[in-house]
Nanobody
Framework: VQLQASGGGLVQAGGSLRLSCAASGRTVSNYVMGWFRQAPGKEREFVADISLTGGSTYYADSVKGRFTISRDNAKNTVYLQMNSLEPEDTAVYFC?????????????????WGQGTQVTVSS
């Protein structure tokens, strides 16, 4: 599976961005899909994930109520809608795919990763 993240950019605080993670090579409908982010000098941190069918989602407290993860298995794509962006959201955002029984917070549990897309929020 190859994952391609896109949609990042520069936005002012309070603005919105929509990230996409397109999968190719095989279907990701058998994988839980997640978004992580990594700010300069910091470890990669969990942002959100979504179940196989999209019926269940989980968010980090820092983004709850502002970000929404969704997936379209027919398009083999996962999205992250980010609203009310804050300067603290500035980071490179990565999408990843893991098996259902793997830990959502442990990066080594993810089987596949996208290359990352930069999100910069100015104050």
């Amino acid at each position: 599976v190859q994952l391609q993240a896109s949609g990042g950019g520069l936005v002012q605080a309070g603005g919105s961005l929509r990230l996409s993670c397109a999968a190719s090579g095989r279907t990701v409908s058998n994988y839980v899909m997640g978004w992580f982010r990594q700010a300069p000098g910091k470890e990669r941190e969990f942002v959100a994930d979504i179940s196989l069918t999209g019926g269940s989602t989980y968010y980090a407290d820092s983004v709850k109520g502002r970000f929404t993860i969704s997936r379209d298995n027919a398009k083999n794509t996962v999205y992250l809608q980010m609203n009310s962006l804050e300067p603290e959201d500035t980071a490179v955002y990565f999408c990843g795919a893991r098996r259902v029984y793997s830990s959502r917070f442990v990066t080594s549990e993810y089987d596949y990763w996208g290359q990352g897309t930069q999100v910069t929020v100015s104050s």
